[in-house]
């Protein structure tokens, strides 16, 4: 039988799965811009302009 070819491209697929769920994570950190919002108005709340939340760092932050 060839069952080994099977395997190899079973487990070729299920890689490029796992890989794309894990990059597909990947974005802009902030509220979503609506196309027209001029670029000095992007990701800034109207009701609050400075709102002095502490930086949390993220357990992979330093592979980015």
């Known amino acids: 039988m060839s069952s080994r070819p099977l395997r190899t491209v079973t487990l070729s697929l299920g890689l490029l799965l796992a890989a794309s769920l894990v990059l597909s994570g990947c974005g802009r950190k902030g509220d979503l ?17 400075d709102p ?13």
């Not at 811009?33 to 302009?49: A, C, G, L």
């Not at 502490?54 to 592979?63: C, K, N, T």
């Open 52 to 64: 002095k939340v502490p930086d949390r760092p993220f357990v992979l932050d330093p592979l980015l």
């Open 33 to 49: 811009d609506m196309p027209s919002t001029p670029v000095d108005k992007m990701n800034k709340r109207s009701y609050n302009p």
